[in-house]
């Protein structure tokens, strides 16, 4: 063990998300569509693993400047420098400022950790700079790894572990999912709180927390079954909403954005947590809560009062699609039916929708396909039109992305797509609005012109944007 005086260095970096700080107003709100500034969660999940051995410096590019310059100087001297990353411009951040610390310090280990390295473990380390990578949940393996470095000892055994050795990759065994309740809270106080404050529609003060961790479903475009293996984890309730509760009243916190992937998987537990945020009335508002729209379909009456008794204010849907050929495709478990339902579940208990649409799956009939979802997402947005209540929703509508080893990565390959065969293809791979080469041009336009003159995108009113729907439609037909 060390002790305080001797305490060696660890850094942790979360890479940008984007390339460029995109910042896309919601012009019926004054929220952003992509809130970029996150409280890097992912960092101090493992932080708290080793903070009282280690000291632990966590640098996150979206509000750190000079990033690279600091990481290098504190990397001078550390034990190992920890890189997260999702499969999107992280990676090509990363691989960056990786390539740069190796430069400085060659025997420094680089480890990595997050989806995309814990989904393509064989090829993250095919990159000369990284050392070692952590699959799935990282908290006890990092734990291990970070001892055995400071030891001086091999990784052998180390469940979750994949790390090169002699130049060969050693893939340990998979590590059991461990309930979230064994780790210690979340440490906000490692970083700069004020720097992590983003306004969001409900309130001025909002930060993001987790409840749960994991999914059960098994969506064929997603990553998340991959990385969980379909197990879910999450907080018991009194734990949850005692630290909601010390975070809103030392930070002087309005809102809460959830970043469950699956917050209403277990119903018992949804109540338990908002009953007892009921009783405390703390006063705070919970947004982005992510529902699976099959859930949420068959949920109660009183749940849903009760939920936003709580102060739910926002449920995140991922309706994906008006095409049920494509749901069936996703193996989203879904009936586009429920998206109605939904929508008019959230209208009558006056919480607002925030939900995720996209077009081009691979093998599915692509006219059919847009024209069905365009349907859908011009029937939701009516829906609160009519009530005169745009400001309450949020579309975010994208074109279909790959991700490592999904079954839809697979389909789009047997379609045409080229596969990604380097961690720098990925990070440098568009995720924003992919194109693929099943999707021609003037139906990939079309969409982006139906997606620009949504209301929050262009700002119309409900009138205006029904003539524009009108227009939309036309133009399909002619397509
Ligand atoms: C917050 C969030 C964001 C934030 C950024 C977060 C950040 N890191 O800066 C924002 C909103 C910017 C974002 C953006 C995107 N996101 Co996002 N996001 C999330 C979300 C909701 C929560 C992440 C989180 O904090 N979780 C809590 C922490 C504790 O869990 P964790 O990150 O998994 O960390 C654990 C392990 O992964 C591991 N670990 C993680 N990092 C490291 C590092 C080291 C060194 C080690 C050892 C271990 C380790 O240990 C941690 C503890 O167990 C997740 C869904 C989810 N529930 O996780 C999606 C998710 C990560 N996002 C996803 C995606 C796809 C995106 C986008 C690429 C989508 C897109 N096409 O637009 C964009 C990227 C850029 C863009 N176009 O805007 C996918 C990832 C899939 C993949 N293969 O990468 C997820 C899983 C959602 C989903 N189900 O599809 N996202
Ligand atoms: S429900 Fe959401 S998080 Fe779960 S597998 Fe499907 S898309 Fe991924």
Not at 47 to 55: E, G, K, T
Not at 111 to 118: D, F, L, N, T
Not at 392 to 418: C, Q, R, W
């Amino acid at each position: 063990m060390n002790t305080s005086e001797n305490k060696k260095t660890i850094v942790l970096f979360n890479p940008m998300p984007v390339k460029h700080q995109v910042a896309i107003h919601n012009k019926k709100t004054t929220s952003l569509q992509v809130p970029l500034i996150n409280v890097p969660l992912s960092l101090l999940a493992i932080a708290r693993m080793v903070s009282d051995d280690f000291d632990v410096k966590i640098i996150n590019a979206v509000v750190d400047s000079d990033y690279k310059e600091k990481i290098l100087e504190l990397c001078e001297n550390a034990l190992c420098l920890g890189v997260s990353s999702m499969t999107c411009y992280q990676i090509r951040d990363g691989i960056n400022v990786s390539a740069s610390v190796k430069e400085m310090c060659p025997e420094l280990p680089v480890i990595w950790g997050g989806y995309h390295p814990s989904t393509e473990p064989i090829q993250t380390l095919e990159n000369p700079n990284i050392d070692i990578v952590i699959r799935g949940q990282g908290e006890l393996s990092f734990r291990e790894v970070v001892e055995r470095l400071d030891t001086n000892q091999s990784l052998t055994g180390v469940e979750g572990v994949s790390y090169k050795e002699g130049g060969q990759v050693v893939t340990n065994h998979d590590r059991n999912f461990t309930d979230l309740n064994e780790f210690p809270p979340i440490p906000y106080d490692m970083v700069d709180m004020e720097k992590h404050i983003k306004g969001y529609k409900f309130g001025k003060r909002c930060i993001d927390y987790y409840i749960s961790q994991g999914c059960a479903a098994a969506c064929n475009f997603c990553s998340e079954p991959l990385f969980c293996g379909r197990r879910w984890s999450a907080l018991n309730a009194e734990t949850a909403v005692n630290e909601l509760e010390h975070l809103s009243r030392t930070y002087n916190i309005d809102t809460f954005m959830i970043r469950d992937s699956d917050f209403f998987l277990n119903v018992k537990k949804v109540k338990e947590l908002c009953s007892l945020l009921v009783e405390k009335d703390l006063g705070i508002r919970m947004t982005s809560v992510n529902g699976r729209m099959e859930q949420l379909s068959r949920m109660d009456d009183d749940v849903w009062a009760l939920v936003r008794e709580a102060g739910v204010r926002e449920i995140f849907i991922g309706t994906e699609s008006g095409s049920q050929e494509a749901l069936d495709a996703m193996n989203k478990g879904a009936k586009v039916p429920q998206i109605e339902v939904c929508t008019r579940k959230c209208v009558e208990h006056d919480i607002d929708v925030r939900s995720s649409f996209m077009v081009g799956i691979p093998g599915v009939d692509l006219k059919k396909e847009i024209k069905s979802t365009l349907n859908e997402i011009h029937k939701m947005i009516s829906v609160y039109g009519e009530q005169d209540r745009l400001e309450h929703m949020d579309i975010l509508l994208s074109f279909f992305t790959p991700y490592p080893h999904t079954k839809l990565y697979d389909a789009g390959v047997e379609n045409g797509m080229l596969p990604l065969n380097t961690l720098e293809e990925w990070g440098d791979f568009d995720q924003f609005d992919f194109k693929a080469p099943w999707y021609p041009q003037e139906y990939y336009d079309l969409v982006l012109e139906f997606r620009g003159g949504m209301p929050w995108n262009s700002g119309c009113e409900f009138d205006e944007w029904c003539e524009f729907y009108k227009g939309i439609e036309n133009k399909l037909e002619k397509l």
